[in-house]
């Protein structure tokens, strides 16, 4: 799954730090997502566009054959 959050974080002015304490998570968390190597739970999902402002489809993006 593609996602879009290193882009919204840096466009926010936010450390991978200010980001995981928001969120209620650690930084690690925040690396991972953001290298596709962890895809976000969906509260964690919900939070981070509730941040953002944004919806969810804005942040993450399905890559074919993931349906």
């Known amino acids: 799954m593609k996602n879009r959050l ?9 450390t991978q730090e200010e980001l995981a304490k928001k969120l209620g998570v650690t930084r690690q968390t ?3 997502i953001e290298q596709g190597k962890y895809i976000a739970s969906l ?3 919900l939070k981070m566009a509730k941040i953002f ?3 969810l489809e804005q942040i993450f993006d399905l890559e074919e054959g993931e349906l």
């Open 6 to 14: 290193y882009n919204l974080r840096k466009n926010h002015k936010y």
């Open 30 to 32: 925040i690396i991972s």
């Open 43 to 45: 509260p964690l999902a």
């Open 53 to 55: 402002e944004v919806p």
